[in-house]
């Protein structure tokens, strides 16, 4: 009973919170962090059958300008890269007021690569699922006040600043973003457009 009351306030926690909220202020530190690649691919995605449906260019270009408003504003000295693959969405229908408001959710896989190493830093894909913001229809339901594209650009939204979490995260426990300036690190080959994948 903890586990899933624990788990349930999560959810809360995670659907409170707008992920656009603090693109105004100034951004958390994140070392020498900066984008070069921003990759973002759907090429199993899932959605379930109550699902609005949006195309995978819609889908994927949501991702990929909100993972660009957030991290664009890091302007490190060494390059990283994000492969991200969205692995599946719901975008809300309208509900039953009160008995039924389905909320949206994303779930997507990332990967980053560290450009001057030449190799990944996550030696998984790190999995992120985010929901939609309460202010998108905590009562009746996001499928009632919003259309597809505004739920998807939420959910966009907050899933960069997931992303952007753990990379802060990462960074402090492993130092991901943090070598000395005169680091000399032999670079490996990879390719123009990090490899994403997808289970």
Request: aromatic letters at 6%; glycine letters at 6%.
């Amino acid at each position: 009973m903890v586990r899933i009351l624990s788990a349930l306030i999560s959810i809360v926690v995670l659907s409170a919170c707008n992920g656009a909220s603090d693109l105004d202020k100034p951004a958390v530190p994140l070392g020498d962090f900066n984008l070069y690649h921003n990759i973002v691919v759907a090429p199993k995605v899932q959605k379930l059958p109550i699902s609005r449906e949006v195309s995978e260019e819609v889908l994927t270009t949501a991702v990929k300008d909100a993972i660009a408003e957030r991290f664009d504003r890091y302007e490190g000295t060494r390059n990283y890269h994000f492969g991200v693959s969205v692995e599946g969405y719901v975008l809300a229908p309208p509900g039953i007021p009160l008995v039924l408001a389905p909320k949206s959710i994303m779930i997507l896989n990332l990967t980053v690569w560290d450009d001057a190493a030449g190799k990944k830093l996550t030696d998984e894909p790190h999995q992120i699922t985010v929901f939609e913001s309460l202010d998108q229809g905590p009562i009746v339901g996001s499928g009632y006040t919003k259309t597809a594209e505004e739920q998807l650009k939420n959910l966009s939204q907050n899933a960069a600043k997931s992303i952007e979490t753990y990379l802060v995260k990462q960074n402090k426990a492993e130092g991901w973003f943090e070598r000395p300036a005169d680091a000399v690190i032999e670079r490996a080959e990879i390719p123009s457009a990090p490899a994403v994948t997808a289970n």
